[in-house]
């Protein structure tokens, strides 16, 4: 069976557990735990297509047997120092890794996403995201309401007066393309925004029957998730403040003991890999 740093250089292209998190060695356990749930989001055996599936299965696993490791403080000690990890004790090769997961992150529900919705239209936060996004793109409206969350063709005469404000307290240039936007792409813009809430509108009603013939009431809110995650580059902070504020505490760090050995008197093997 192949080693976890075997598995990492496959999956990750790294033989070191903060290269696959992409967080540098000094980084806190919010910074840790933070990168885990950015990272395994994207490889969820739930939240990815059936055609990838088997793979991202096995990432998921990698991922979580890292986090394992650098959560514990005794055990990411040894590793920092040494190298050195449990490889086959029995509380991994036992873990069932999405158990894991959930253990760590309270599902996210449409309800969730709308409260905070309601604290973040007019927030500092909003602004940071706006100004980014005005920033990165010059005054592209397109690219702005791409990345802010929560935006629409009906949030423009909102978003237009915030930046204007920014502009004439010169906290960011001005740009023609804000300023003189041509009107055909105006037109564009809204043409496309009508389309995609008249999607919206179509998937919310196919989920309010699945619902009603006991479906998942999670996946509208899988819906929301997965068309946001495309901007996640641009606000990180709208999916930063959700985990910080419905990220359940992490639970104290204790090995578990399998209800089917918990009569052996034995001493599992514990086998060390030292990194690469």
């Not at 696993?61 to 029995?90: A, M, T």
Request: glycine fraction near 2%; aromatic fraction near 8%.
């Amino acid at each position: 069976m192949a080693s976890l740093l075997d598995l990492c250089e496959q999956y990750f292209g790294a033989r070191n557990f903060y290269d696959v998190l992409k967080i540098p060695k000094t980084a806190n356990d919010k910074q840790v735990k933070k990168a885990y749930h950015k990272l395994s989001l994207l490889v969820h055996p739930d939240r990815v297509e059936e055609s990838i599936k088997v793979e991202a299965t096995e990432k998921f696993k990698v991922l979580g047997r890292i986090h394992s490791i650098l959560s514990d403080s005794e055990k990411r000690k040894i590793y920092d120092e040494s190298g050195q990890y449990d490889e086959e004790s029995e509380d991994v090769v036992m873990r069932n890794w999405a158990d894991y997961w959930r253990s760590l992150f309270k599902e996210i529900t449409v309800e969730d996403i709308n409260n905070y919705e309601k604290t973040y239209k007019g927030s500092e936060t909003e602004i940071k995201d706006l100004k980014r996004a005005y920033m990165d793109s010059k005054g592209d409206m397109d690219y702005i309401l791409e990345a802010v969350p929560f935006t629409n063709c009906d949030e423009e005469p909102r978003l237009h007066a915030i930046i204007e404000n920014l502009i004439e307290t010169g906290e960011v240039p001005e740009y023609k393309a804000f300023t003189n936007e041509n009107a055909k792409k105006k037109q564009r813009r809204k043409r496309k925004w009508a389309r995609e809430a008249a999607e919206a509108e179509r998937l919310e009603k196919m989920l309010k029957i699945e619902n009603e013939e006991n479906a998942a009431a999670n996946d509208l809110a899988l819906v929301i998730q997965n068309r946001n995650r495309a901007r996640a580059d641009q606000s990180e902070s709208f999916f930063d403040s959700l985990i910080d504020k419905y990220a359940k505490a992490e639970k104290s760090t204790r090995k578990k003991t399998s209800p089917t050995n918990a009569t052996k008197t034995t001493t599992p093997t514990r086998k060390t890999k030292k990194k690469a």
